[in-house]
């Protein structure tokens, strides 16, 4: 014969795949729920498997107003590039009814494309890696914990993060708690 048949889940493997780590939050309604709903939505994805979710983390609010936010960091494995995966995240975020009518105003759901393999974009519609990474404490923290149980994949580094001590200090600054349950 001319070879063997490829099958879908073949061509499916045939496709580059990127680790991609999404920031996840939200201070308002049923943020467990909106938080377990985004992951449900992104493992729907196309091309797109969950590799990994972070514990939850309680955070204050950093420059926003209303009640703790409940962070998380969900790593991904993706076909989707960058620019394809952040419109995926802002329609996840507007089915869950995300308003933005002032900077950093309370939310439903916020999802934040933190990083995406070794891609390094500066546009005017996206950033990778994320620009405020390395000060937030609500994003530095579930990503480190999660990182930790991730197999090292060299085409997916740790973006630069600030040393332990450093990160606990922003911990302590910034109010982050991590609670003993997960998504």
């Known amino acids: 014969g001319w070879g ?8 499916l493997a045939a496709v580059p795949r990127f680790r991609a780590c999404i920031g996840m939050g939200g201070n308002l309604g049923d943020v467990r729920a909106h938080l377990r709903g985004a992951l449900t939505r992104l493992q729907a994805l196309p091309g797109t498997a969950l590799e990994a979710i972070s514990p939850l983390y309680q955070t204050r609010p950093l420059a926003s107003t209303g009640p703790d936010y409940l962070n998380a960091v969900a790593v991904l494995q993706t076909a989707l590039g960058p620019q394809e995966l952040l419109g995926a995240l802002h329609a996840i975020e507007a089915q869950c009814d995300r308003q933005r009518p002032y900077l950093n105003a309370p939310r439903t759901l916020d999802l934040d494309l933190l990083c995406h393999g ?3 974009r500066h546009s005017s519609t996206l950033t990778v890696p994320h620009p405020r990474l390395t000060g937030r404490a609500f994003v530095l923290e579930p990503l480190m914990a999660v990182w930790s149980t991730l197999a090292a994949d060299p085409f997916a580094p740790l973006p630069d993060v600030p040393c332990a001590a450093d990160r606990v200090r922003l911990v302590q600054d910034q109010g982050v708690v991590r609670l003993s349950e997960t998504l």
Not at 4 to 11: E, G, H, L, Y
């Open 118 to 120: 070794t891609a390094v």
């Open 4 to 11: 063997r048949r490829v099958t879908p889940s073949d061509a």
